[in-house]
């Protein structure tokens, strides 16, 4: 496996209803980053945490990191079909105490909200 | 504030044939990174670039890739003798600094398709 894999692949849900998306990954790391791309589009910038931070809210978006366990969850509450897109962690690895934000993505989740 | 332009957004090309991207990186942002996403995956490093300066090309093919940032001017990557295998989006990052906690905005790519 590799660095910032994302659970589930796909995920399929209702309007209104919670959206949880996890990413894992296997190196220390200063940061990591959510990424939202709707297809064919390029990526938006979701929310940045940092390695001592444990959560993060950024409206309807909350963000948590387990260092310990090496993971990170994206919750989307009260969805909406507009949230429809693919979604991606990054990570930026550590190496030597400092790194430069060269990111590494996982495969993505893709989240489909019916209206 | 204009984001990262990237152009073209669409570029066909024959095998054999030269392709030229160019991003403009967010005004007081002096740092690139390309990326490559091949269909239906996450998005891989390719290069990262500073003013004048190639920082880490680790993710590059060693053959027929080049990327420069010059002091005036986009930052251009290049491919040379094109293949199908190089049919993919590509995007560009810019970030204000650096280190550590720097957020990475991305442009909105730019679709080379080989023929």
């Known amino acids: 496996s590799q660095q910032g894999e994302e659970d589930p692949q796909a995920l399929s849900i209702q309007e209104g209803e919670n959206a949880t998306m996890n990413c894992s990954y296997k190196t220390s790391i200063n940061n990591l980053q959510w990424y939202r791309q709707n297809s064919g589009r390029g990526l938006v910038h979701l929310i940045l945490i940092r390695s001592n931070e444990r959560e993060k809210h950024s409206g309807r978006l909350r963000v948590t990191l387990d260092t310990s366990k090496k993971s990170s969850s994206l919750l989307i509450t009260a969805s909406r079909a507009a949230d429809t897109a693919s979604y991606f962690c990054a990570t930026d690895v550590r190496a030597g105490g400092t790194s430069y934000g060269k990111l590494t993505f996982g495969q993505g989740t893709i989240l489909t909200v019916h209206p | 504030n204009a984001g990262v332009m990237q152009n073209p957004r669409h570029l066909v090309r024959r095998r054999g044939q030269e392709a030229r991207l160019r991003c403009s990186p967010m005004k007081g942002h002096s740092h690139v990174y390309w990326y490559r996403q091949l269909p239906e995956e996450g998005l891989k490093f390719m290069v990262y670039?500073?003013?004048?300066?190639?920082?880490?090309e680790s993710g590059m093919p060693k053959e027929r890739f080049s990327a420069e940032f010059p002091k005036e001017g986009p930052s251009i990557l290049r491919i040379q003798q094109v293949v199908r295998g190089d049919s993919a989006a590509y995007f560009c990052?810019?970030?204000?600094?650096?280190?550590?906690?720097?957020?990475?905005?991305f442009g909105p790519g730019t679709r080379l398709t080989v023929l």
């Open positions: 670039l500073q003013k004048e300066n190639i920082i880490d």
């Open positions: 990052a810019s970030s204000r600094g650096g280190g550590n906690y720097n957020e990475q905005f």
